[in-house]
């Protein structure tokens, strides 16, 4: 399985930006495709994640309301649009696949196909 994630880039404090992850390579009726972000001296957080099949939905109560996870299943995509940008929501942006029940998908251990990171910076 690859995953390619793109779309990352410079915007001012409440712009908006949509990141992609293209997926292939596999069967991904059970996979579970998650966002996490890292910043520099920070460990790697979970952002939102996605069932392939059905839709559902997961997110880190600090992007509630600010950020949607989405996927065109025609398309092998998944996408984080983000708006309402903050400056604490610059970081290395990294999509991942993993196989895991619901409780675990924040879990970053439990990926384990991952992407090259799309860098997102949030400034004035």
């Known amino acids: 399985v690859q995953l390619q994630a793109s779309g990352g880039g410079l915007v001012q404090p409440g712009d908006s930006l949509r990141l992609s992850c293209a997926v292939s390579g596999g069967t991904f009726n059970n996979y579970v495709v998650g966002w996490f972000r890292q910043s520099p001296g920070k460990e790697r957080e979970f952002v939102a994640a996605?069932?392939?099949?059905?839709?559902?939905?997961k997110y880190a109560e600090s992007v509630k309301g600010r950020f949607t996870v989405s996927k065109v299943t025609a398309k092998n995509m998944v996408y984080l649009q983000m708006n309402s940008l903050k400056p604490e929501d610059t970081a290395a942006y990294y999509c991942g696949v993993g196989t895991m029940i619901f409780s675990a998908w924040s879990d970053e251990q439990y990926y384990y196909y991952w992407g090259q990171g799309t860098q997102v910076t949030v400034s004035s």
């Open positions: 996605i069932r392939w099949a059905g839709g559902n939905t």
